[in-house]
């Protein structure tokens, strides 16, 4: 009894540990239900685009708030001017300015450049598969740091790295060209 009651214990330990984000999830939409059927009710809203870890600034908030969401409400994770609540409410993502989790839309001169960072990570087309290192390598000096930062200007790592990459995988429908990547709405 006693073996089968240490099983049962460990069992439900690694089960707990295993299933964190789902029942992070859980308590996210037991505090705000009317996400239950929403894009927000996703393992992005805390991760996507990780900028600390494996969490994007919301989630870095709500570890640092150990877990309580409304004591994060007031506070504006992304830095876009609208606070965590107000995101919630209007359906956008409180840890990213981004209108998709992986979509990044980075605005230029040239015309805007839409990213799909989802579809670059686990598409087989694009060779990454999950390696991030062939664009966040600190140690290399064009690198793109793990944060989605629409202030920041990537051009010169948007130019050097990505254009390379494309031009080496000699996929014709790889962007290589201006405005290929750049739209003006």
Avoid at 7 to 29: H, P, R
Avoid at 80 to 105: F, Q, V
Wanted: hydrophobic share 40%; aromatic share 8%.
């Amino acid at each position: 009894m006693k073996l089968a009651s240490l099983v049962l214990v460990l069992g439900l330990g690694f089960a707990n540990s295993v299933f964190a984000t789902q029942a992070m999830q859980k308590i996210f939409i037991e505090r705000y239900p009317q996400l239950a059927n929403t894009q927000l009710n996703s393992c992005a809203t805390c991760h996507s685009p990780a900028v600390a870890g494996f969490v994007n600034q919301y989630g870095a908030d709500l570890q640092t708030a150990k877990l309580d969401f409304a004591a994060i409400e007031a506070t504006d994770s992304d830095g876009d001017g609208k606070s965590n609540l107000d995101e919630i409410t209007a359906l956008t993502w409180p840890g990213s300015r981004a209108t998709d989790s992986e979509l990044l839309i980075f605005p230029a001169s040239t015309g805007k450049v839409t990213f799909n960072h989802g579809a670059h990570q686990t598409d087989a087309k694009y060779g990454i598969m999950g390696n991030c290192a062939a664009c966040h390598n600190a140690a290399e000096p064009l690198h793109f740091a793990k944060i989605f930062n629409d202030t920041v200007s990537i051009k010169d790592k948007a130019h050097a790295t990505c254009k390379a990459c494309h031009v080496a995988a000699a996929n014709p429908a790889a962007p290589t060209k201006c405005k290929e990547c750049h739209v003006k709405d």
